[in-house]
C-alpha cells in the first residue's frame, strides 16, 4: 500500500503570508504527528493526533500554528502570518496506534522569504 | 536535561571500521526504543528496534542498558551507504505523545 504522503513537496512563500501543508496518512493508522525539523536539527514535535481524541497541542511554539484533521484522514497544518523562522521541513508521520512505529511522509520544505 | 540525548557526531570512519553510538534517555518509565535512519534531506526511516535481550540485525546491533538508561547501536563493516544520521527515539507509553526523538547522530563514512 502507498506509505504517507504530504503536499506540497516544496512551499516558497513572502513572510507573513499563510501557509497550509497537508499530509495524508497510512490508512488504517489511528495516529498522526506533525514535526518540525530546521537545516541540520533534531525532530522538533508540533502536534499529535489520536483518533478522534483532542490533539496533543503541546509542541506547537505559538498561536500561529494550527493543525486540523479530519476522523483518521488528511491533516493539514496552517502557519499564519509565516516569518523567517518558520523555514524547514515539515515532515508528518502516521502509526497504526500510540506508540507504535511511525511511517513519516517526505516532508514539506517550508522557505519564507 | 533533554529527554533523549546524543553525541551530535560527525563520526568520520573509514569503510570497514566498527563504530558505535550511545543515547541515553532521562525517563526510567520509558518503555520502548528504536533506532531511525535520517539521510541527508530525506525523511527518517525505522533502523530497528531495541529490545532488552540486545538484538542483531545484519551488521547492525542494537542493545538496552535499563540501569544505565542507555541504548546503544553498534555497525561492524561499514560501508559507505551507512553514511546518514542516526536518531534515538524512546516511547515513554505515558501521555498522548509516546514517542521522542533525539537530535541524531552523524555518522560518515569514508573510502
Known amino acids: 500500500g502507498a506509505g504517507v504522503s504530504q503536499s506540497p513537496s516544496n512551499k516558497v512563500t513572502e513572510k507573513g503570508k499563510d501557509v497550509e501543508l497537508r499530509c495524508d496518512p497510512i490508512?488504517?493508522?489511528?495516529?498522526l504527528y506533525w514535526y518540525r525539523q530546521r537545516l541540520g536539527q533534531g525532530l522538533e514535535f508540533l502536534i499529535y493526533f489520536q483518533g478522534n481524541s483532542a490533539p496533543d497541542k503541546s509542541g506547537l511554539p505559538s498561536d500561529r500554528f494550527s493543525a486540523e484533521r479530519t476522523g483518521e484522514s488528511v491533516s493539514t497544518l496552517t502557519i499564519q502570518r509565516t516569518q523567517q523562522e518558520d523555514s524547514a521541513v515539515y515532515l508528518c508521520?502516521?502509526?497504526?496506534?500510540?506508540?507504535?512505529?511511525?511511517?513519516f511522509g517526505p516532508g514539506t520544505r517550508l522557505t519564507v522569504l | 536535561r533533554k529527554e533523549v540525548e546524543q553525541d551530535p557526531g560527525p563520526f568520520n570512519v573509514p569503510e570497514g571500521a566498527t563504530v558505535a553510538f550511545n543515547c541515553t534517555y532521562s525517563?526510567?518509565?520509558?518503555?520502548?526504543f528504536f533506532w531511525y535512519r535520517q539521510d541527508c534531506r530525506k525523511e527518517p526511516k525505522l533502523l530497528m528496534s531495541?529490545?532488552?535481550s540486545g538484538n542483531e540485525d545484519g551488521r547492525f546491533t542494537a542493545q538496552l542498558n535499563r540501569a544505565s538508561q542507555y541504548i546503544s547501536l553498534l555497525i561492524r563493516d561499514s560501508k559507505l551507504s551507512d553514511s546518514a544520521t542516526y536518531l534515538c527515539?524512546?516511547?515513554?507509553?505515558?501521555?498522548?505523545?509516546?514517542?521522542?526523538f533525539g537530535s541524531g547522530t552523524r555518522l560518515q563514512v569514508q573510502p
Open positions: 527515539v524512546v516511547n515513554r507509553d505515558t501521555g498522548r505523545r509516546a514517542l521522542t
Open positions: 490508512s488504517g493508522h489511528t495516529a
Open positions: 531495541v529490545y532488552s
Open positions: 508521520a502516521s502509526s497504526r496506534d500510540r506508540g507504535d512505529t511511525q511511517y
Open positions: 525517563n526510567s518509565a520509558s518503555q520502548s
